[in-house]
C-alpha cells in the first residue's frame, strides 16, 4: 500500500480540518505509535509522511482553521 503525495497532503489538510493543526499532530503522532508497536512498516512510513505534512503545512501558516471547522474535499 503506497499513498502518492496528494493522498499525503489530502490527508494532512483533512486532518487539520478535523483536530486543529496540534490536535493532528497529536493524532498523526499516535498513528505513528501505534504503526510502531504493530511492527507496521509501511503504515509507518505513511504517518510518517502525513506527519511531515501537518508540520510542514504548520510552518508556512495553511494549517488555519479551528477543530470545528467543517471538512472540506
Not at 490536535?23 to 510502531?36: F, I, P, S, V, Y
Not at 508497536?37 to 495553511?62: C, D, H, P, Y
Request: net charge positive.
Amino acid at each position: 500500500m503506497s499513498s502518492s503525495d496528494a493522498e499525503i497532503w489530502r490527508t494532512a489538510r483533512d486532518l487539520i480540518a478535523d483536530y486543529g493543526a496540534r490536535g493532528a499532530e497529536a493524532h498523526a503522532n499516535r498513528q505513528l505509535t501505534e504503526m510502531t508497536l504493530g511492527n507496521n512498516f509501511v503504515g509507518m512510513l505513511v504517518w510518517r509522511r502525513i506527519l511531515r505534512a501537518l508540520k510542514s503545512l504548520s510552518k508556512t501558516g495553511a494549517a488555519g482553521g479551528s477543530p470545528s471547522a467543517s471538512r472540506r474535499r
